[in-house]
């Protein structure tokens, strides 16, 4: 596989960086989505099921304040799990599922278009995190977006905003938005949630390495470096690392650096919020908070917003 010239850029400006970074959505070839399938099922890993617990108690009232025949639009699908979980309540007239990870999601929605025959199914290979422009063909009336699993908080609170402004602008004024966000929590915790005992959440960050080998032709070797994920109580957020275990040299398509032990690339922020910083963050991107659902430890909250007029 051969990265399109922008991707290529993008990576080798971030291993070149004084402080390597990869952004995360590399994590995601078909292994890494098997991989984030794994972590979901650990037992230290509470965010997918402290959501699925707040879907299970509140999906009735979520999906009421939609109403049927919308068009659900699930940003980073994945296994689209969580979207057919909404639909013998939502009854949406059309469903989008968009991934990076392309092969994994036509895979994950073609038994839903088996078992769902009565709602369209569209699935779409795209990076959103610089452009999110729909298709002529998905009808921009009642568009809900549908982003759980708190992965905005993957981005900046600044690029947060970016996103939720792209769609904003993908919806008319009756659009609305469905999205999970992790909330701030012991650190414990979140330590756990991110450096689990099995070692999963270590491949999927290790497997990120074997994918830019495919990506941009690189050589690491896994086997040079190590996971690392952690709470960084001064930013807010987790941090995810690849640390070198020795000093190492990497080359790819048109660069190449060297490591010192010890040095490292970081390869992911997850963001923790409070509710009402969070929704400063929708009220600056054009969405008002409606309703507000948690889990009885508050440690994850999903928020319904309405697109405000401009
Ligand atoms: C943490 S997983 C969440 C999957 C699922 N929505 C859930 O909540 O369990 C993030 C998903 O978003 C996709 N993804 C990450 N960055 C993306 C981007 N920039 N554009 C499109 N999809 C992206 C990944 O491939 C992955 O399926």
């Known amino acids: 596989m051969t990265a399109p010239a922008d991707t290529l850029a993008e990576i080798s400006a971030g291993l070149r960086a004084p402080r390597a970074w990869v952004s995360p959505k590399y994590f995601y070839d ?34 009421k304040a939609m109403g049927p025949d919308c068009t659900l639009i699930d940003l980073g699908a994945g296994n689209c799990a969580k979207a057919a979980a909404l639909f013998p309540l939502l009854h949406p ?52 977006f549908f982003y759980p699993g708190s992965s905005i908080g993957n981005f900046t609170p600044a690029q947060a905003v970016g996103l939720l402004r792209r769609m904003r602008a993908q919806c008319d004024d009756d659009g609305a938005i469905l999205i999970g966000i992790d909330l ?97 963050l929708l009220e600056q991107s054009g969405f008002s908070v409606a309703t507000v659902w948690t889990d009885p430890r508050q440690w994850f909250a999903i928020i319904y917003a309405r697109a405000l007029r401009p």
């Open 184 to 280: 701030a929590k012991d650190s414990a915790v979140l330590d756990s949630a991110y450096d689990d005992e099995l070692g999963v959440t270590a491949a999927f960050n290790l497997n990120l390495l074997r994918h830019l080998n495919r990506l941009i032709g690189a050589n690491f070797n896994v086997r040079q470096w190590r996971h690392q994920g952690f709470y960084n109580a001064q930013e807010g957020r987790v941090e995810m690392h690849l640390e070198a275990r020795e000093a190492l040299q990497v080359a790819w398509q048109g660069g190449e650096r060297s490591f010192a032990a010890g040095e490292s690339i970081h390869t992911e922020n997850s963001y923790k919020y409070t509710v009402p910083v969070f929704a400063g």
């Open 93 to 144: 007239a059309r469903y989008v599922a968009i991934d990076i990870s392309s092969d994994f999601l036509q895979a994950s929605i073609a038994p839903l278009r088996q078992k769902f025959p009565g709602i369209d199914m569209t699935a779409l290979a795209m990076d959103f995190s610089e452009q999110l422009v729909l298709p002529e063909q998905v009808p921009s009336a009642r568009r809900l």
């Open 30 to 63: 078909s292994l890494g989505s098997r991989l984030f399938e794994a972590i979901c099922e650990l037992p230290e890993y509470y965010p997918t099921r402290t959501e699925a617990s707040i879907v299970a108690r509140h999906g009735a009232e979520m999906t």
